[in-house]
Structure formats: structure tokens, C-alpha cells
């Protein structure tokens, strides 16, 4: 077991906790990153972008500053001189599958920040459906481009 990304997925994960409690609790606002983003870039609300713009930022700027100080970013770069690492597919995949998880988002009314750790932690209904379907939607495709297609490791 590799401890140093076992303890940097700790300490990021009470930070993404943190950062969704402080936002509820001077703002009063659900830390999703899909409604966030998505406000800011759709209807860039007088007075209200400040934040959002403040809290994306942050999340750029994290990884960032975590690579300045010569950390690495955990298991996500396959070789040690990769940022990244190689897309799973080309352009035109990535494009889809992030057009899919933009429609997926509006459909499910959030992200999996939102309802995976705002949601959960108020007990929301909603939320736990939404959490539910986007694990299985997770585990399916794993499986079918793993075993069906036979495109991973």
C-alpha cells in the first residue's frame, strides 16, 4: 500500500469536506462544482461571481501550487515526467464524454460534489439517489470497457 497517496487523498478529501462547510456556512451555498461553474459561465450573476470565481481558483490552483512545492499528483500521470498522463481516448472521445457529463449534470440537477459530498452530508434524498446512480453508471462502464470491449487493465 503506497501510505504518501494514501495520506494526500486524506488530507484532500478534509479539505474538499472544509471547503464545502466554510462555503455553507459564510455563504450558504452548496459547494457543487457543476452549478458553480456553470452560473459563472451561463448567467454571470451581478455580485455573486466573486465567489465562484474564487472558489475555481482554488481548485486550479491547488494541484498547482502542490507541484510547485514538488509534491506529485498522486497515482493520475502514469510516468514520473507526465502531469496528466495519455488521454484514454482521442479528442473527439473527450469532447463527448465531456459533453455527457455536462448533460448528465443538468439532468441530475448536480455533480457528484454537490450530491455526493454536500448532499450525503444533509441527508438529501435526492442526493442519495443521485450518488447511487452515478456509482452504478461508474461500476457499469468500468466493466464494459475492461471485460466487453477490452480497452483497460
Given at each position: 500500500?503506497?501510505?504518501?497517496a494514501?495520506?494526500?487523498?486524506?488530507?484532500g478529501g478534509v479539505f474538499?469536506?472544509?471547503?464545502?462547510?466554510?462555503?455553507?456556512?459564510?455563504?450558504?451555498?452548496?459547494?457543487?462544482?457543476?452549478?458553480?461553474?456553470?452560473?459563472?459561465?451561463?448567467t454571470?450573476?451581478?455580485?455573486?461571481s466573486?465567489?465562484?470565481?474564487?472558489f475555481?481558483?482554488g481548485?486550479?490552483?491547488?494541484?498547482?501550487?502542490?507541484m510547485?512545492?514538488?509534491?506529485?499528483?498522486?497515482?493520475?500521470?502514469?510516468?514520473?515526467?507526465e502531469?496528466?498522463?495519455?488521454?484514454?481516448?482521442?479528442?473527439g472521445?473527450?469532447l463527448?464524454a465531456?459533453?455527457?457529463?455536462?448533460?448528465?449534470t443538468?439532468?441530475?440537477?448536480?455533480?457528484?460534489?454537490?450530491?455526493?459530498?454536500?448532499?450525503?452530508?444533509?441527508?438529501?434524498?435526492?442526493s442519495?439517489?443521485?450518488t447511487?446512480?452515478?456509482?452504478?453508471?461508474?461500476?457499469v462502464?468500468?466493466y464494459?470497457?475492461?471485460?466487453?470491449v477490452?480497452?483497460?487493465?
Amino acid at each position: 500500500m503506497d501510505w504518501i497517496a494514501s495520506l494526500q487523498g486524506l488530507i484532500g478529501g478534509v479539505f474538499i469536506g472544509l471547503s464545502a462547510v466554510w462555503l455553507m456556512a459564510t455563504l450558504g451555498r452548496i459547494a457543487g462544482i457543476s452549478g458553480i461553474v456553470g452560473s459563472l459561465v451561463t448567467t454571470l450573476p451581478k455580485g455573486d461571481s466573486g465567489w465562484r470565481v474564487a472558489f475555481v481558483l482554488g481548485l486550479v490552483s491547488g494541484p498547482l501550487l502542490l507541484m510547485l512545492m514538488g509534491g506529485g499528483l498522486g497515482n493520475v500521470a502514469g510516468a514520473p515526467g507526465e502531469v496528466v498522463g495519455q488521454p484514454a481516448g482521442g479528442v473527439g472521445l473527450m469532447l463527448v464524454a465531456g459533453l455527457l457529463v455536462g448533460l448528465g449534470t443538468g439532468l441530475g440537477s448536480g455533480c457528484t460534489s454537490g450530491h455526493g459530498v454536500c448532499g450525503l452530508a444533509r441527508l438529501s434524498p435526492r442526493s442519495m439517489v443521485a450518488t447511487l446512480t452515478f456509482l452504478v453508471c461508474a461500476i457499469v462502464t468500468v466493466y464494459v470497457m475492461r471485460h466487453v470491449v477490452g480497452g483497460g487493465a
